[in-house]
């Protein structure tokens, strides 16, 4: 589906949620004219209530008690720094690197490691690779939670890195919404709507729809993005103890001049090359386009005695058709030349589909009140390929290229045949899991869980035939003690155990890797409770993990396994600190080192800062001001021969409420207009220079 089509049924579906009209007081108004408290706590509990973090462990703790590291970037944060994609909005989570090593896949990272490990509402997905596909847009979650270290238990799978939680905006117990319209560097537009609307007279039954539409040039030569993005949300109460929730959501993406890796920095004479900060490999015919759906339903039913139980199916579809160029080698100083490149066309179609059910509850042991979670989940996923061959005696795409850099139209695309299946891959997982959280006494608790899991992959792999199948059970362990009512100290342990998708010399998937985690904190709260603090100390073993090792006789990259060891330090301090000023402070001190003891993953910065904060002029309340950014060490890649020098990048806005339904806000990004390689994890290109944007949204 085209752009302009996506647009057409964006408006329509948002023209039906403006006709919506209020039939009545929102739910709980209601609530509180009635007598009967039982079914105000039903309306409350099952319509929409406020969610607390189930992240690490399923049970409902608050964040400061949570045994484990967990950030949140909010609403809030999302829209003043104008995150409108998932990229820009993980770049504003402590301890998590956002690596752009292509314009269109993008890993993000923690504790030098990739997250391959992903929930929606708390439901762990499928993540392959842990590679994003294209920018994905934010403007549909209502927050992002981060779960840093090994989180095993809820999604059955994970390494020491952590899991993103992404939260979906939900309706509203009022009829409300806005209209967003930007306009900005590389002659970006957008427009946004986001609208929720009460669909009965009791206010039981609501909905949500969110649409978008944006178009970006690029600073890098040869580079634009357009996108389409559509989400609408339905929920409501079927009778007095169950309710049901539905919803979809549909992007259409589309790239045209991207790179197929990044710039190549090697000169033959050893030294390191530097480009213009537009540089890029491409030519252009390369394109990328784009079409990610969702769909969702969650069944709860409130069962006696104060248990809940949870149904919640997922469906996840992607498809992409892509025209790629690959340019490598080393570069000689006087002349340019010396890459070689490389055309490639593929298309892909995966889905997977998730069925998880879930009951929590309290039960009562020596005198004390505990809850209680499990859990029964089965995945299925599948994953078709194509590739397009091609004469390679006949094109000038494959072998020498001109000088570099060069022109974008100096490589003529080739001439494709027709496509040809490359993988045909299914995998499932089937995982049984439970945690209990054991109050020992008023100070101190334990939370024990259990997950197992079978997992199988099969299918055909590039000519190789898959035939994986591993069963595992793993614990999770945590005590926190309560040193007063607002200091709380922890520890934790969980298993890592995570299937790989890198290759051996021959063509086979890596065996999982699987090691331990541990980590122990401390989390306090400050000022009224507006204020958190926590601090925290990691180590993690991990074996078999994968790790680049050259090139095999087909000429592809092949990996194996080494084991690794990870240790660092973590504080992160947010909330309210006055009354006008919010802010996140984050710092993460990291070593990851080989079994010899060598250092591993330097391409991970081993100290990085992060901070935003945004602070209401006292005088004029109607206008707020913010700055974020990250600092981080210097980093290396001894595989490409490739350093980055530490540097900062810092971001600031503007807001103006110009009445109470109209604000203006302007940004400012890379204030410095620093220079600086976006990765070394697989090698980049430079990151975007001093940019901006302004915004007008209109309330109602």
Partial sequence: MKLQHTFALSTLVLAMGFLVQPLAHAAEQQNADNNDQNIEKIQILGVRYKRVSQGATGLTMEIDETPQSISVVSNEQISNFAANNLNDVLRLATGISVEEWETNRTQYTSRGFEIKSTQIDGVG????????????????????????????????????????????????????????????????????????????????????????????????????????????VVDGQLTDNSTLTLGFSYQDANTDGNTWGGLVFNYTDGTQAEWDTSASTTQEWTMWDTINTTAFVEYTYILPNDWDLKVAYNHQGLEDESKLFYASGTIDKNTGLGLNGWPGRYDTDFSADILDITTIGHYGLFGQDHELTLGLSGSQSKKYM??????????????????????????????????????????????????????????????????????????????????????????????????????????????????????????????????????????????????????????????????????????????????????????????????????????????????????????????VVNFSMDYTLPQLPEVSVGLGGRWQSKTKNVDYNVEQDAYIVVNAFANWDVSEDLSLRANINNLTDEKYINSLATIGYYGAPVNGSVNLTYRF
């Fill in 125 to 232: 997905l499928p993540n392959d690779w842990g590679i994003v596909t294209g920018a994905m847009e934010a403007y549909g979650y209502e927050k992002v939670e981060v779960i840093r270290g090994a989180n095993g238990l809820l999604t059955g799978i994970g390494n020491s890195a952590g899991t993103i939680n992404y939260v979906r905006k939900r309706p509203t117990n009022e009829n409300q919404g806005e209209v967003g319209v930007s306009y900005g560097s590389d002659d970006f537009k957008r427009v946004q709507a986001d609208y929720s609307a009460l669909l009965t007279e009791s206010g039981s039954w609501a909905a949500r729809v969110v649409a978008v539409v944006e178009d970006k040039e690029s600073y890098l030569d040869g580079l634009e993005n357009d996108r389409g993005y559509l989400y609408a």
């Fill in 386 to 607: 194509y590739q397009y061959p091609f004469d390679f005696a006949a094109t000038p795409a494959y072998g020498p290229t001109p000088a570099f850099p060069y022109a974008l139209d100096a490589i003529p695309e080739p001439e494709w045949g027709d496509k040809v299946e490359y993988s045909d891959i299914d995998v499932s997982l089937l995982r049984a899991y439970g945690s209990t959280k054991y109050n020992i006494n008023d100070s101190l608790f334990m939370v024990a869980g259990f997950n197992a899991i079978k997992y199988t992959r099969e299918g055909v792999n590039s000519g190789v035939d898959i035939d994986n199948d591993e069963s595992e059970f793993s614990p999770y362990a945590g005590v926190v003690y309560s040193i007063t009512d607002d200091i709380n100290t922890y520890f934790s342990y969980s298993d890592i155990y995570q299937p790989q998708e890198q290759y051996d010399y021959d063509g086979y998937f890596l065996a999982p890797t699987k090691g331990v985690n541990y980590e122990l904190g401390l989390k306090t709260l400050w000022l009224d409770n507006d204020l958190m603090a926590t601090f925290a100390l990691f180590r993690a073993e991990q074996n078999n993990l994968a790790s680049y090792a050259g090139l095999n006789a087909n000429g592809n990259y092949y990996y194996k396994g080494v084991n690794v060891e990870s240790k660092g330090f973590e504080v992160e301090v947010t909330g309210r600190v006055t009354e006008n000023l919010n802010a996140v402070f984050g710092y993460t001190l990291l070593d990851v080192e080989d079994e010899n003891g060598d250092k591993a993953n330097e391409w991970a910065a081993r100290n």
